[in-house]
């Protein structure tokens, strides 16, 4: 198996503008999580789907946020318009079980920097 | 609200060294409590889960602890090696919440 993947690993951008995050879970994987590390605030779950539905999104730091998974093998995280602040790495990770604290597998990160 | 502290921050210590990675939280109802390596520019790789009814889990040099009654647990990773290298995360699970992550410790061995 792939692992989880996510595109791009890099991603620039300038104040204002939309940004628009990828992550394909594990085959056969029915929770996805998304989270954001920073130095300062360390890894924070953003948001969590069970069996594709959004079960908690309480960590979405704010409405510029958004985060969709239409089917089982794919979800965006959108950021609308996006802020310097908003620079960090975003992870996808996905788990085969449905809590979020069973063990998760996570996808090699998306580097965000907003200028 | 469950918080997660690991210290310390940074280590290093020379190959061969048996060493132990500490992490705290302060509620102790939790569900289980995970151990995690990031190595840089990559994601968590999740090296050992500690279920709430547990005590240790063991996997080859790699030993963790759990003491729900005091909010610790303990990484000890035997005969260290420079491909240790890299931040070691603890994670704290409660049931259906989220999973809490302390900031992690950055290990590094020296040959």
């Known amino acids: 198996d792939a692992g989880v993947i996510q595109s791009p690993r890099h991603e620039v951008t300038e104040m204002g503008q939309e940004v628009t995050l990828r992550c394909k879970p594990i085959?056969?994987?029915?929770?996805l999580f998304w989270y954001r590390q920073t130095m300062m605030r360390g890894l924070e779950l953003l948001i969590y789907?069970?069996?594709?539905?959004?079960?908690?999104d309480s960590g979405m730091p704010e409405d510029r946020f958004s985060a969709k998974m239409p089917n089982a093998s794919f979800s965006t995280l959108k950021i609308q318009p996006s802020e310097p602040r908003d620079s960090a790495v975003y992870f996808c990770?996905?788990?085969?079980?449905?809590?979020?604290?069973?063990?998760?597998?996570f996808g090699p990160g998306t580097r965000l920097t907003v200028l | 609200k469950q918080e997660v502290t690991q210290i310390p921050a940074a280590l290093s210590v020379p190959e061969g060294e048996n060493l132990v990675l500490n992490c705290s939280f302060t509620?102790?109802?939790?569900?289980?409590l995970q151990w995690f390596r990031q190595d840089p520019g990559k994601g968590l790789t999740s090296l050992l889960l500690?279920?709430?009814?547990?005590r240790e889990q063991t996997s080859g040099r790699l030993n963790a602890s759990l003491d729900k009654s005091s909010g610790r647990s303990t990484l000890y990773i035997a005969a260290s090696q420079p491909g240790d290298s890299a931040t070691y995360l603890c994670?704290?699970?409660?049931?259906?919440?989220?999973?809490?992550f302390g900031k992690g410790t950055k290990l590094t061995v020296n040959p």
């Open positions: 990770a996905s788990s085969p079980v449905g809590t979020t604290t069973d063990t998760q597998y």
């Open positions: 085959s056969g994987h029915n929770s």
């Open positions: 789907f069970n069996n594709n539905v959004p079960i908690d």
């Open positions: 509620d102790s109802a939790i569900y289980n």
């Open positions: 500690i279920q709430s009814s547990q």
């Open positions: 994670a704290v699970g409660g049931g259906s919440e989220k999973l809490v």
